[in-house]
């Protein structure tokens, strides 16, 4: 009887948190769904594509801190916040200001002589975002990494809801101008800040450590998460690059439609990232051996609706090209570019997850370097040979669909469980889908591809009935 009650408070604490974080992400996907619908529609092509380009360069904002808060999170994963050193970790904090400020300056110099290729006016708006994030990390991930999902939840609904809220006042009184879009994301940002001072108050007005100490634990948690770090920023650029090829080739114009194309994909990743969240922590407390089959069914659970999702691609993008018909040369671009959502979920949700859990960063960071070079020679020979952005579009999903399974490869002779089957079915899934969408397309695409999605289930059927087994066991 006891053990029934520990395992049914563990399974309740695991949908609590499921839920505020679910519940941040939905607010998230509203507010972004707000920024991507309605914003194109209020200002220019040109104005939401520098729009597009100082959200690129505030995701590599991130690297300035070489890995400090990243080592923060993978240390103190799964560890309870009442018992953390508090002292050490506000030192931190306060350390890490500093260093950004100093980094910002000496980086500052040498980016004016490559203005040329750079925009630096997004830079400097970029690095102010950073300013106000890169010190909250600190706070921010430890709530992460102890537990804490419903302090952070609240964190991240302030940070996206008060930019939502001064981003339709302006735009309500006419201001139309992409600074002042930009000017609200970074004052979500501020309010962001002050409220999770707020909550970690106990931490960051602590006294904090002596300057050795401080040392100590700052070269610490760098040496723990530089290569996580390097990890990430690698994985942003993989996408990144080919971004900036198209800016720097077609123009800003084209980079905005494009952008928004991308970014509607990125919506469907809300409930993939709700999880993701809360799993870290969790996976540090399960014992190895139930790892394995913990990963095989939540990649059933995951990739069967994930699949299903593409089914509705068509109607979506109608429905998009009656509302901003200016961006309909880019929303096609949807037929490709949808079916990363299958190969980012599992990066996201499973591989990432279980890397970081098991301290895998070197692998990850070798995984995710090998993807950045490839993304490199394909976008410079699609983009500057052959000139055809069809090609640089497809080479999206090819590079993504390439780094996630090579890492899952990786991960599955660590776990050493069998998943080439489910890789190659994926496989013919992305492809049909693509096949379906850009070649037949319309009503006859989607009957296509959802026959195809029947067939796959069929196959998958007896996967199915042992994850549904296993709920059944754990409710």
Known sequence: MKLNIIHSNKLYSFFESFMYSFSSNLLSLLISTITILIVPKFIGVVEYGYWQLYLLYVSYTGLMQLGWCDGVYLRYGGKEYEKLNKKLISSQFWYIMVFYILFSLILLLPMYFFKAYLNLQMIFWALISGFITTPR?????????????????????????????????????????????????????????????????????????????????????????????????????????????????????????????????????????????????????????????????????????????????????????????????????????????????????????????????????????????????????????MNNLDLTIIAIVVILAFRSILAEIYISSVLKIEVLKDIVLELIMSFLFILSSWFIGGWQGVGVYFITYLIYFFIKKNDVKETLLILKSLK
Request: charged residues 15%; contains cysteine.
């Open 137 to 385: 990390g600190i706070p921010y991930y430890i709530l992460q990494a102890t537990n804490n999902i419903k302090q952070y939840a609240k964190i991240t609904m302030i940070d996206r809801g008060a930019f939502c809220i001064i981003l339709i006042t302006l735009l309500v009184i006419g201001c139309k101008d992409y600074h002042f879009i930009i000017v609200s994301d970074i004052a979500g940002k501020l309010c962001a800040f002050v409220v999770t001072t707020y909550f970690c108050r106990d931490i960051i007005f602590s006294k904090i450590t002596t300057f050795k100490e401080s040392i100590i634990e700052a070269c610490k948690n760098l040496n723990a998460g530089f290569k996580l770090m390097v990890a990430n920023i690698a994985s942003q650029l993989i996408l990144g690059i080919v971004r900036l090829n198209i800016e720097s080739y077609w123009g800003i114009e084209v980079f905005g439609k494009v952008s928004l194309t991308l970014s509607i994909s990125n919506l469907f990743m809300v409930f993939i990232n709700a999880v993701a969240i809360i799993m870290f922590p969790m996976l540090r407390k399960i014992s190895d051996e139930r790892l394995p089959n913990l990963y095989r069914n939540i990649r059933t659970i995951l990739m069967l609706p994930i699949l299903f999702v593409l089914v509705f691609y068509y109607p979506l993008r109608e429905i998009l090209i009656l509302w901003l018909p200016q961006y309909a040369e880019g929303l096609r671009y949807m037929a490709l570019l949808i079916p990363i959502i299958v190969y980012e979920s599992k990066m996201s949700l499973l591989v990432n997850t279980y890397l970081k859990s098991l301290r895998k960063e070197k692998q990850m960071l070798i995984i995710n370097l090998l993807t950045v070079v490839i993304s490199l020679i394909i976008s410079n020979i699609t983009v500057y040979w």
